[in-house]
């Protein structure tokens, strides 16, 4: 494992740390689950909030594939203790390859941009750029894709753009990880 793919995983492990944003899932997954439960033990999901539902599945989702290590600034160096209002709205650091510079786009302005089954699409068919983890997205269930596109729907528009791609050559003007060459 290289270093990079290091920092990105510790970076998930301390987001799962956050009890508090998986707890929320946890609670109305097992709630859902217990179909055969007495009466009282399903009344807080009973009348299922569905939105509600994929929302806090979203978060979950988002936290456990570690979107925020790449999409939040600071999120990999701070812990992940950026507060929800201020995630997912893309960086400027580059990250520097064969592929060029690529910057994690702001997803909070791409999601607010885009319909829910186009989401769909460009999940299972865009060729992402690296390091933007692809196999993430296409290892997901449908409905884990329509509860990331709600969960980030829900915290609402925010941010500036990030930076467009640079083709390969071009001098980025801010900082950039730079990959090592692939091993021969
Ligand atoms: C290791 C860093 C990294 C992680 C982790 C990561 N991304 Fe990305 N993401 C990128 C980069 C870099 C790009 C730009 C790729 C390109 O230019 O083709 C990108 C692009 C995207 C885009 C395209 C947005 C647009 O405006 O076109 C979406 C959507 C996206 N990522 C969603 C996610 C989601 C959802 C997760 C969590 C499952 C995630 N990303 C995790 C780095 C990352």
């Given amino acids: 494992m290289n270093r990079i793919s ?4 510790a970076a998930a492990v301390g987001a799962l740390g956050a009890a508090t944003v998986v707890a929320p899932f946890a609670r109305s997954h097992g709630g859902a689950a217990t ?12 009348s299922a909030a569905q939105p509600d539902d994929a929302v806090a599945r979203g978060r979950y989702v988002v936290a456990i594939a570690d979107c925020n290590g790449c999409h939040t600034p600071g999120f990999a160096q701070n812990g ?3 507060p929800e209002r201020e995630r997912l ?16 786009p702001n997803l909070r302005l791409f999601f607010a941009a885009v ?3 186009a989401w769909l699409a460009t999940a299972r068919q865009r060729e992402f ?9 296409r290892a997901m269930s449908d409905d884990d ?3 990331v596109y709600r969960y980030v729907r829900s915290i609402g528009a925010a ?25 021969q």
């Fill in 6 to 9: 290091f920092l990105v995983l």
């Fill in 35 to 46: 179909q055969g439960a007495t009466a009282a033990d399903v009344i807080p999901t009973a």
């Fill in 80 to 82: 992940g203790t950026t």
């Fill in 89 to 104: 709205v893309g960086d400027a650091i580059g990250w520097q390859g064969p592929w060029g510079t690529t910057y994690a």
């Fill in 115 to 117: 319909d829910e089954d």
């Fill in 129 to 137: 750029l690296p390091p933007m983890p692809t196999s993430s997205l």
């Fill in 145 to 147: 894709l329509r509860a």
């Fill in 159 to 183: 941010g500036v753009p990030a930076p467009a791609h640079l083709p390969p050559g071009r001098v980025a003007a801010g900082p950039v990880v730079a990959f090592p060459a692939p091993p």
